[in-house]
């Protein structure tokens, strides 16, 4: 059966990548709909993979933005490559964060609103994850913002740094060696690597699980991109890979980089066991889905390694307990 080059569909415009990202934001965006109205349980891929539909769409995100990054690589300096990653992340970044600061003080504190934008936490928050710096990284909790007690506030933003780090290993190995297929490869397998070693060894390095999955993803897109030419596209072919991906899934979860429901370590004190938690994320989410439309990552937000993977919940008191996982560095 006949098919097309890959290199020679991503020539023009007519190649459905928006619609792949519109798609993959929006089983983020339903992933949480169903955590905010209670009916977690009957999410239709948690349902059937116990994994939610929100991981999907993030994973997908970072095969685009593999693909895409990479593509921007080619025949650009350094500085000129770095300068454009800045502007995909940054000017929609610090709207989100600024605004939903702005709108937290101003209609849901539980302090006065002076005192809630002028507090250490507040300053501290927004400063962040202004700048998403290595060692900084996004900070994902905002006390006083809907309660007292809660602090959690805009759990989407956990991705950024890792995707950042993705960019930054994308350009320090164009430097050192060049973007050729065996070394892209090579990133890939590294990612499987971590992944089944954390899995097996039930390894409690959580945000370690995250960067293998992650590499994984972003380098098999750009693997695929530095394979262009010889990467034929059949439609029998892609649904049989398809349906393999789903079948693996559901019978091994090797892949399903998630924590359990009832995991009282690692990241899942970012969950809290209420609806409120998911309800003011959407912001997030809406933030993220303007990048999908027009930037070339994922950065639609699922959950942090298993804590939000379809509405999972975490104990109420693990926040209070690990409070450096509020925290997300690179």
């Known amino acids: 059966m006949a098919g097309v080059r890959l290199s020679a569909v991503i020539a023009g415009r007519d190649n459905n990548l928006n619609l792949m990202r519109f798609l993959a934001a929006a089983l983020v965006m339903v992933n949480h709909a169903f955590g905010i109205t209670g009916h977690t349980a009957t999410e239709p891929f948690y349902r059937v993979f116990e994994l939610g539909g929100g991981d999907i769409g993030v994973d997908v995100f970072f095969v685009l933005s593999g693909f895409l990054v990479t593509r921007s690589w080619e025949g650009k300096p350094l500085p000129a490559f770095l300068w454009a990653r800045c502007m995909r992340i940054y000017p929609g970044l610090w709207v989100s964060v600024l605004v939903t600061v702005i709108l937290a003080g101003a209609c849901f504190a539980t302090v006065p609103r002076l005192?809630?934008?002028?507090?250490r936490s507040t300053?501290?928050?927004v400063g962040h994850n202004l700048l998403m710096l290595p060692h900084l990284g996004a900070r994902l909790d905002l006390p006083h913002a809907f309660t007292a007690a809660g602090s959690e506030f805009?759990?989407?933003?956990?991705t950024l740094p890792l995707e950042i780090q993705m960019y930054l290993t994308l350009a320090l190995l164009g430097v050192l060696l060049g973007i050729r297929a065996r070394y892209l490869a090579a990133l890939t397998l590294l990612g499987v690597g971590i992944v089944l070693v954390s899995k097996l060894t039930h390894s409690s390095h959580d945000m370690l699980l995250a960067r293998g999955r992650f590499l994984y993803f972003f380098f098999a897109g750009s693997l695929a991109y530095a394979l262009?030419?010889?990467?034929?596209?059949?439609?029998?072919?892609?649904?049989?890979?398809?349906?393999?991906v789903f079948a693996t899934i559901a019978v091994t979860g090797v892949f399903a980089v998630r924590q359990g429901a009832d995991s009282d370590r690692g990241l899942d004190a970012w969950a809290r066991d209420d609806s409120s938690a998911e309800l003011r994320n959407l912001a997030g989410d809406c933030a993220h889905l303007r990048r999908g439309l027009v930037a070339p990552a994922r950065a639609a937000r699922a959950a942090p390694p298993r804590a939000r993977v379809a509405g999972a919940r975490a104990h109420p008191g693990a926040a209070a307990r690990s409070p450096a996982l509020a925290q997300v560095s690179l």
């Open 115 to 119: 005192e809630f934008w002028s507090s």
């Open 123 to 125: 300053l501290t928050y």
């Open 154 to 158: 805009n759990v989407s933003l956990w």
């Open 228 to 244: 262009r030419g010889r990467i034929i596209l059949r439609s029998r072919t892609a649904a049989t890979l398809l349906a393999l």
